[in-house]
């Protein structure tokens, strides 16, 4: 199994540009959330998903969108990048059981100038 | 999610145990204490999950008193590879969807 795959792995954008960091997994896990880490930091919490068709914010939810179509892939949507937004994104997934841990994706470090 | 708190950061030699000791007063009945490591550039990993007394894996033993209001990640011999940010999280998942980290000890092993 590949887990959870995120793409790309690095990235650099302009600021006002948009793009999307795409996560997949092949767990069939039905919870799936969007962390950022900013250097030296812990991670916070961006956007959840506990299934198919719902989603919902978490700590820092401004100035991203998720959507979650499938099972399998919650991407992460940034329409106007800022350099605030310059982080290291990380994609996690797992069942939605009493005491199931989360599976991580490896990241996508994400510069905007 | 239960408030935690741990150490900011630790040091410690190769080759000595690492106890790594969380603190969650506000612990609920049904909630469960799970650890991460996280190694730098790369995304956190599950290590150890208990709920009460102690529990071992090949990684790592967790150790929890009977009043569960904190819990101990203990690490056997460590050694270099062992640097990196550990985690610890309380929660139940049908009721806290929203998991939230906090900032976790910062463990450096030293030669």
């Known amino acids: 199994n590949a887990g959870v795959t995120q793409t790309p792995k690095f990235q650099v954008l302009k600021t006002g540009q948009s793009m999307t960091l795409q996560c997949a997994q092949d767990?069939?896990?039905?919870?799936m959330s969007w962390y950022r880490q900013d250097p030296g930091m812990g991670l916070r919490l961006i956007h959840y998903?506990?299934?198919?068709?719902?989603?919902d914010q978490g700590e820092v939810p401004n100035g991203y969108n998720v959507s979650r179509s499938t099972t399998e892939d919650f991407p992460l949507r940034l329409l106007s990048a800022a350099p605030s937004q310059t982080s290291v994104y990380f994609c996690?997934?797992?069942?939605?059981?009493?005491?199931?841990?989360?599976?991580f994706g490896n990241g996508t470090r994400l510069t905007v100038t | 999610l239960a408030k935690t708190t741990q150490p900011i950061s630790m040091d410690s030699y190769e080759g000595q145990e690492v106890n790594i000791t969380c603190s969650h007063n506000?612990?609920?009945?049904?909630?469960?204490i799970t650890w991460y490591q996280q190694f730098p550039s790369q995304g956190p990993r599950f290590i150890i999950q208990?709920?009460?007394t102690k529990v071992t894996n090949e990684v790592a033993s967790l150790f929890i008193p009977a009043d569960r209001k904190s819990s101990t990640l203990s690490l056997p011999r460590v050694s270099l590879s062992d640097t990196a940010v550990y985690y610890c999280?309380?929660?139940?998942?049908?009721?806290?969807?929203?998991?939230?980290f906090g900032k976790g000890t910062r463990l450096h092993i030293l030669p």
């Open positions: 996690a997934s797992s069942r939605q059981r009493a005491n199931s841990p989360l599976h």
């Open positions: 767990m069939n896990h039905e919870y």
């Open positions: 998903s506990v299934g198919a068709g719902i989603t």
């Open positions: 506000n612990i609920a009945t049904n909630d469960y």
């Open positions: 208990g709920y009460k």
């Open positions: 999280l309380v929660g139940e998942r049908s009721r806290d969807d929203k998991i939230i």
